[in-house]
């Protein structure tokens, strides 16, 4: 698992319009509309290259599995390439291969996705073959243990053989269970040999369904083409059967350290804090939660490398996890290694120290503009392609969020004071429970 956190900036575009780039809102090229079956069509224009990303995502993933049958968003990602009544087992792999395109799918906690990276004219071609797999999916029970192998084996080299991500897992299971952001999104070894053809056909007829799902289209296009070709290929799609999403009440662990012992050099030392879900009448809140934790770990300057890993010498590297938009519970995750003979209380307390009143207290108006500026030259680079555009919009729509946000995003940004980046600080860090998990050399 990607242990960066994701941040979502305005994206800035270039057009032919006599307006420049950086002057054009990210909604005066985007429409979105509904099908009568509940689709709904987000649709992204830039004409600087004549590419185009398709691309399908389900409102669906890990944190809506249940105890038992972990795994099976993923193991079911896995078999949308496994064929349909109308195509062969990857046949729509060497349809898009050979149109010299690329394509790729992802499971996260919270949806599944797929997408083609292709030439503009390929584009009705790929919007029918995506129609395809959420009409027509053909289960085959050999292809489903074969796949069902490779999802293990994907589990033993990222999770099982990687004591970082294995220790990052036992954290989300330890604080919330296996409920919600404590599912595993690649599954458990024991609950993926125990999935079948018959759950992964109630899977697929609950949730790949238009009234479950977003067709998200950036890039190069006819815009009127495009509307017809959705309506053409996905507008007969009926929805099957309802929904079973359920939210479950969480209650974070009362357990205050857990210890694990895996095959490291040296011990590494985690810390983590609840965070609520994502709440639009808490926006400003957590912008400027933001902004804290760009000062806190924003490159080399930040706070924590500045003072545990250059000055204080406590730490051989230090890392934070958050996720601006999580849809249920979710913890912000600050880890790092400790130097030498530092011990790993003397590396917490260090670690806490730097998020203390006092601490938090002593923040500049200087490293609160520092931080604004990488947040906005960020918004340029990451978002410089077609692709990161629909993911943003993706990321964002399957958790009920608008992508309105990505115009707001910025602007607010810039906004958010000095005291709001202090008041956040003392709610996540200081008002909060702390977990902690020591990943320790084997004994």
Known sequence: MNLIRQIFFLIILISSAPLSYSQIMFSDRVESYYLENGLKVVLIEDKRSPSVVNSIWYKVGSSNEESGKTGISHVLEHMMFKGTVNLAPGEFSSIVKKMGGTENAFTSKDYTGYFQKIHTSDLRRCIELESDRMRNLKLDVKEIKSEIEVVKEERRLRTDDNPVAKTFEKIMINAYGMNEYGIPIIGTMDNLNSI????????????????????????????????????????????????????????????????????????????????????????????????????????????????????????????????????YPNLIIIGGTPRGDISTEEFKNNVLQELSLQSIDSITNNELSNAKARVSANSVYKFDSVFYQAMQVGMLETKNISWKNLDQYTKAIKSITLDEVKNAGRIYFIDNKTLTTLLRPEK
């Open 196 to 327: 079948t053809k018959a759950d992964l056909q109630r899977w697929y007829d609950l949730h790949y369904q238009p009234n479950n799902a977003i067709v998200i289209i950036a890039g190069n296009f006819n815009s009127n083409d495009v509307k017809k070709y959705i309506k053409e290929y996905y507008g007969s799609i009926n929805n099957k059967k309802k929904s079973d999403k359920i939210s479950k009440k969480i209650t974070f662990t009362t357990e205050d350290s857990i210890t694990v012992y895996d095959k490291v050099s040296k011990p590494i030392v985690f810390l983590a804090f609840k965070k609520p879900r994502f709440d639009n009448n808490k926006m400003r809140e957590l912008y400027a939660l933001d902004l804290f934790i760009e000062i806190m770990d924003g490159g080399y300057s930040s706070r924590l490398t500045k003072n545990l890993v250059n000055k204080k010498k406590v730490a051989l590297d230090i890392f934070l996890s958050n996720d601006t938009y999580n849809q």
